[in-house]
């Protein structure tokens, strides 16, 4: 584990976790405002080996973790802790079955104290401006507007930051 919120454990993803990661990654309405498009099986397979290769890389600036329930321990979203040249960007995504149970304001809290734990001094996030509820989660947690752009595919997207 690497933290916990109230209902919700943050780990390293293990190949278990292909089925839904497979799901989660397929689906084009949780990729809605992210870069990218709905990957098959197999891409998603290669994907998730990856991402678990990189954990035993001590240079490794690129962590996607699994968000699990506590309570049966279902594969419910991932949760990213990125270098982004010298930002540490952080973001995270749900299977569309789990949208507005208020995950997201958890995990997201829960990031921030984990942030604050490994001593990072501020993190980012970014928001395709039509994703309201993410934007609103941002809000609430007192990041701050510090840019507006439009994205490489061509949508009004927002930069947050937090210092910590």
């Known amino acids: 584990m690497i933290f916990e919120t109230e209902r919700l454990i943050i780990r390293r993803l293990v ?3 292909l089925a839904m990661f497979h799901e989660l990654e397929s689906n084009p309405n949780v990729l809605k405002y992210a870069i990218g498009t709905p990957k098959t099986y197999i891409e998603n397979e290669n994907e998730l080996k ?4 990189k954990y035993n890389d001590p240079k490794n600036d690129f962590w996607i973790l699994a968000i699990t329930n506590k309570t ?8 990213a802790l990125v270098k982004d040249n010298l930002e540490d960007e952080i973001g995270y ?6 949208w507005n149970l208020g995950y997201g304001s958890e995990v997201c809290f829960g ?6 734990q490994i001593k990072i ?3 980012i996030a970014y928001v395709v401006d039509e994703n309201k509820a993410s934007a609103i989660i941002l809000e609430k947690n007192n990041f701050t507007i ?3 752009f439009i994205n490489d595919e061509g949508l009004s997207e927002t930069k947050y930051e937090l210092y910590l």
């Open 15 to 17: 190949l278990a976790d």
């Open 50 to 53: 990856t991402l678990i290769l």
């Open 72 to 79: 049966d321990q279902q594969f419910i979203g991932t949760v």
């Open 93 to 98: 995504r749900f299977l569309e079955k789990f």
């Open 111 to 116: 990031l921030i104290s984990y942030c604050k």
């Open 121 to 123: 001094k501020s993190i």
């Open 146 to 148: 510090v840019d507006e």
